[in-house]
């Protein structure tokens, strides 16, 4: 059956609820993070072996959240259970909460792990499980790993007992107002609008900007577990309400700068939109915010970049001779840079970023702040911070588009295997597979990549304007789709 093949992907394990993610399925996975947690082989993990973080043993206890997504309390109220049957301590929240807050209150509380119930940007008929690891940070592959291996052949017989519940929200925002001057955000002639795309972040940025008087409009904010019929991801055609209110303001209000910013189903994710309801991409944003640590917070150390997020961030790096890294996508492969030090930020194409004075997790409360620190610090909006990021990095546009591919990987592998000389007129110069295929023009890249969470086959281009990047993207998906004749 299909619901008995559990497998941690990219970031988790992910299914279409019913489907493959049932709820015997999590009890499953239930007992198999308590086996983990309790299995003496735990300890020869790289997380404790490598990186230097301190073990914790299975009786320092266990946190599950959940989203809200259909279904998410009692999923996570099964895990929960199956933990507690499984001889571990458990407390379970009170509410849906952002992954972020889940992952500080296991750092901070000093947890053996946490269990968040999430399928993040994944489309409503998916859910899912994030394992993170003491540090708060996403699990890495040898993690995962020993969990799949403790997977039980039957769901366990679950106790009837009370959970403990808790709330994780004041002691989360707490600790971003000690990250984030939020009396120069009050004090700048700002006008925010947040759309929480019916996730489990809603609140959170209103909170904070309430307290700092700063005007602000929430949408989007309500519990709705179909996400308005689209997927809680930060992509612009999610973003139609977003640009309509911005819009609408923006003819209203003269002396203040506008600015959407945007998480995901989860809250780990962000994107932003500028003054004119303009679309501020996951690249834009994530070299936006890295120019703010470097212009604003004097950052020192290393820069980690997921293999399909914009040249602009390594440009910005070795402009300030910061070493930068190139990861495969997935967060847990930026994660160790950001527990041991080395690495003082990472982000991702899918609109994740990490700092080391935070967390070794992405967090998208966090990044809308830090739009904002910086909006506030300049005095311009993101429009005019964006037209200032390409006189110093040159012009780089970018588009993403997701094909239902069910043979994903073999069009991958083939592509690998023959690639291009050209594509659209654009000379390929250079083939890097590091995680898919890249294809490098001297005006750009295409990324060919099968998803590790859905049957889907990505195609990413960035090139030096948005008529390369249609001509590149819809030269290959005539590739894709005429049978792989490269």
Known sequence: ????????????????IARDFTFAGVARVGAAIAAYLQDPA???????????????????GALVGYDTRFLSREFATHLALALVRGGVPVRLTATPVPTPALSWAVANQHLACGVMITASHNPPMYNGVKVKPEYGGSATQDVTDLIEAHLPPEAPKLPDEPLELVDLKEGYLSS????????????????VVVDAMYGSASGYVPTLLREVRLPHLAIRS??????????PEPLPENLVPLRAVIRSLRRRIRRRILVGLVTDGDGDRAAAMDEEGNYLDTHRTASLLLWHLIRHRDLKGKVIKSFALTDMVSKLAAGEGLPCQEVKIGFKWAVQGLVTGEAAFAGEESGGYGYRFHLPERDGILSGLLLLELVAATGKGLKGLVEDLFSQVGPHYYRRQDLQLPGRIEVVEHIK???PGKVAGFTVRDV?????????FKQGWLLFRASGTEPILRLYCEMDSLESVNRV????????KGGLSL
């Open 222 to 231: 309500g519990v709705d577990p179909l996400f308005g019929g689209k997927k």
């Open 1 to 16: 059956m299909a619901g008995d093949r559990i497998k941690f992907g990219t970031d988790g394990w992910r299914g279409v």
């Open 432 to 440: 890097e597979t590091l995680d898919g295929v890249k294809l490098r």
């Open 473 to 480: 993207l819809e030269e290959a998906q005539r590739l894709v």
């Open 42 to 60: 735990r300890r020869g993990l790289s997380i404790y072996r490598d990186w230097g973080v301190g073990f914790r043993p299975a009786s320092s």
């Open 176 to 191: 971003l107002r000690k990250l984030v001057d939020l009396k120069a955000i009050g004090a700048a002639p700002l006008q």
């Open 417 to 419: 295997a023959h690639p």
